[in-house]
């Protein structure tokens, strides 16, 4: 006799999201289906509620009164088995609700729309018998206005349609039915490419070297991971094709993995010229429908090259053989609300089960990455120290703010950066300025002797609060602001920021003659302002790009000889360890815009902190240096990669309610410090964003060498948390594994 089974169903809720899946039998007629990744309705309490099969279980609870599954949901799995493995590691790995992590996976399919093949519609007779036709149904108006309307303007979509002819979908669809109007079904264009150009560049040596090592364990079909460290310019996207051609030959298949997709069209170029419609793009900027296609594309085995920003990770390929991580340092690939992955943890775990090969690119790699790969670490490191034509890197030059703002220059333009601004606009090439804005500007310095106000625990910058209350956002340390600079009693400290609209005002001002574009958050709102700037840009139709960290990323113009950093600290005042890594990564990235042309390129950064060894190393394009000095400091202080971090926010409308939970799971990690298990935790204090929509915002970070005795204290301080929650909505608790950002 058959075992009879029943259905593991993870339960979709509007609210609080359940742990644990629920059992449900499976009803007779569904026995034969595929229900394992696919969607069910089942009975909860007194309602119906949708869920996700996640497994199938034997059945062992026979006197148990389980109730059955009602219907199935879809046609077939919306995530394959492979994917339900990835969800059920995520939510282990960053205590995220598998509710949650099911839908961020199968998010495509999820929202899908009609698919993108649109009906365009026209008349089904001639123009001249129109008067004829609208005569025999003069009785319906609403149609004759819909006949009108089409045979004036054919191959309008039905929503077009219903919209200039103000008639509901109904009366077009009767019109179908009366055969006095057809629909052709079209494919919106995705996915056209132009022309497959399969004419390969040749490989540098440099080049050649790394694709013959990576490829060698392509072949030998072993899990490993390569640290690609490459200069900028040195050719790294000619080096993952070749990887995905290898693969490719293998039948298998690629995930390549983008910071964001629409500052990269000069990528997406080159993959598309190379591999035509076997590339998939999957990102955020394209519609639902876009992305259900392209989904399916890949799902159906035609797309096996996929490229695409964080959640393109998830896509549903078979035989993976390679994951390419460009820019592998960048933060964007890590997920801000839960689930909070990080797309290169998934990447490790999903190429570990297939047995692939991973490659992280980046001209500055995150430290984490970096310390794995060098001195025989886990990973692979490979080097491309040149430049592909061996193109020279830029000049750097170092500008130090102070003296300029000593001999009375208290201008955003330092009177160096000024004067090579506009010997560049005489001579017709083009400038980039570079604002960083990330953070806050709410941080303290000198503006005579550079100091900037630090925690004496923590070794974050103190962050300004209101009535001139100095806070260390990791202990909650707070002092008074001073009048004078503790360092050189100097008056002129305070808090300091400068916006891109600030420096399109002054460089307006400075120079009339030149043609300004600004790139920012504000100029970029509407779909596809990226790409029409930079087209402008490249097109030589402005001078001057003024923009924050989107022009720092991979794109190159040749017409560029210049590029200005305004204020290269403004990373050094972030409330957050990574501080000095992400101004050294900044800088060097912006550097690397300049002088891809012939011509060779200068960089003038200006900086309160001219001796600071980010400012520095980037300077010199010294990345060990860079290295050796920052380990330096993350030992001193335990920071990662030295150990493992991890955040608790705790938030909600109730101020009181939300400062006693995140007081009671201060208690329980206490009982980890006291028994001295090497868990260092700091808070409860304000997160810097104290109050987001109406949500009042606490944290506590915690971090220690031993990851399993920090992952056992949060598991049960996050257990005490949510049952003593319950189902309130006035504290909440949420985890972040490895956090990347502390706001
Ligand atoms: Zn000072
Ligand atoms: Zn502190």
Redesign the pocket.
């Known amino acids: 006799m058959q075992v009879s089974r029943v259905a593991e169903v993870i339960v979709e809720t509007g609210g609080i999201s359940m742990q644990k899946s629920l059992h449900y039998k499976i009803p007779e007629e569904m026995q034969s289906d595929n229900l394992v990744g696919s969607r069910v309705l089942i009975p909860l309490g007194n309602r119906q509620a949708s869920g996700f099969v996640v497994g199938l279980a034997e059945d062992t609870s026979v006197d148990r009164k389980l109730k059955s599954i009602i219907k199935l949901l879809d046609q077939e799995p919306v995530l394959t088995k492979e994917q339900l493995r990835i969800a059920r590691w995520i939510s282990g790995y960053y205590f995220s609700s598998p509710q949650r992590t099911l839908q961020a996976i199968a998010h495509p399919v999820l929202n899908k729309t009609r698919s993108c093949r649109e009906k365009h519609y026209y008349v089904n007779f001639s123009i001249e018998e129109l008067n004829r036709v609208t005569r025999e149904i003069r009785r319906a108006p609403k149609q004759v206005a819909v006949l009108n309307t089409t045979a004036r303007s054919p191959g309008l979509t039905k929503k077009q349609l219903s919209e200039k002819a103000c008639v509901s979908y109904t009366v077009i669809d009767t019109l179908i039915s009366k055969g006095y109007l057809y629909f052709k079904e079209v494919m919106s264009d995705v996915n056209s490419t132009s022309y497959i150009s399969p004419v390969k560049p040749e490989l540098t040596g440099e080049q050649a070297k790394v694709v013959k090592n990576i490829n060698f364990y392509l072949q030998k079909n072993v899990h490993k991971v390569f640290l690609l460290h490459g200069v900028t310019g040195s050719g790294k996207t000619e080096v993952y094709l070749r990887c995905i051609d290898c693969a490719l030959q293998l039948k298998k298949s690629a995930i390549v993995l983008v910071p964001e997709i629409s500052l990269t069209p000069q990528m997406i170029r080159c993959f598309k010229e190379r591999l035509g419609n076997r590339v998939a793009l999957l990102h955020s900027r394209m519609s639902k429908g876009e992305r259900y296609e392209e989904w399916n594309r890949i799902s159906q085995g035609h797309a096996d090259v996929i490229l695409g920003t964080r959640s393109a990770i998830f896509s549903p390929v078979n035989n993976l053989g390679i994951i390419v991580i460009d820019e592998e340092h960048e933060f964007t690939y890590k997920q801000g609300e839960s689930p909070r992955y990080h797309a290169r943890a998934v990447a490790l775990y999903r190429a570990y089960v297939n047995s692939a090969a991973v490659v992280l690119g980046s001209a500055t790699p995150s430290l984490e990455s970096y310390c794995r790969a060098k001195d025989k670490g886990p990973y692979t490191l490979l080097k491309m120290d040149n430049r592909v034509d061996n193109i020279a890197l830029p000049f750097v030059k170092v500008v130090d703010m102070r003296k300029e703002f000593s001999s009375g220059n208290k201008a955003i333009f330092g009177s160096e950066l000024f004067n090579a601004v506009n010997k560049r606009l005489e001579d017709n090439e083009q400038v980039i300025l570079f604002l960083n804005r990330r953070g806050f500007n709410t941080f303290v310095v000198c503006r005579e002797c550079g100091m900037v106000l630090k ?4 070794d ?1 910058s103190l962050t300004y609060h209101h009535q001139g209350d100095l806070r ?1 956002h ?4 707070s002092q008074m602001a001073p009048s004078l600079c503790p360092g050189c009693r100097s008056k002129y400290i305070g808090y300091f920021g400068t916006g891109t609209q600030k420096v399109e005002k002054e460089a307006k001002d400075l120079f009339p003659q030149a043609r300004i574009i600004r790139m920012d958050a504000d100029t970029t709102g509407r779909k596809g302002a990226h790409y029409r700037i930079l087209k402008d840009f490249e097109e030589r139709k402005a001078d001057i790009l003024i923009g924050t960290q989107m022009v720092a990323k991979g794109l190159n113009f040749s017409g560029v000889t210049l590029v200005g950093i305004i204020s290269a600290d403004t990373g050094l005042y972030i409330p957050d360890f990574r501080s000095a890594e992400r101004t050294f990564q900044l800088i060097t990235q912006v550097a690397g815009r300049s002088g891809r042309a012939k011509s060779g390129g200068e960089v003038i950064v200006q900086t309160f902190n001219p001796e600071h060894y980010a400012v520095t190393a980037a300077a010199a394009g010294d990345y060990e240096g860079f290295f050796k000095e920052e380990m330096n400091v993350r030992k001193e202080m335990q920071y990662p990669p030295y150990s493992r971090m991890i955040r608790l926010l705790f938030f909600g409308k109730d101020e009181n309610k939300v400062n006693s939970l995140a007081e009671a799971a201060f208690k329980i990690l206490q009982g980890y410090i006291n028994e001295d298990k090497g868990i260092i935790a ?1 808070g409860p204090s304000p997160a810097p964003l104290t109050r987001v929509r109406g949500n009042y915002r606490l944290h506590i970070v915690l971090w220690s060498k031993d990851e399993e005795i920090l992952r056992d204290a949060v598991k049960k301080t996050y257990d005490y948390c949510v049952k003593s929650v319950g189902t309130g909505k006035n504290a909440g608790i949420s985890v972040d594994v490895d956090p990347y950002s502390m706001i």
């Open positions: 925690c004496p625990n923590c974050i260390c990791y202990c909650n340390y700091v």
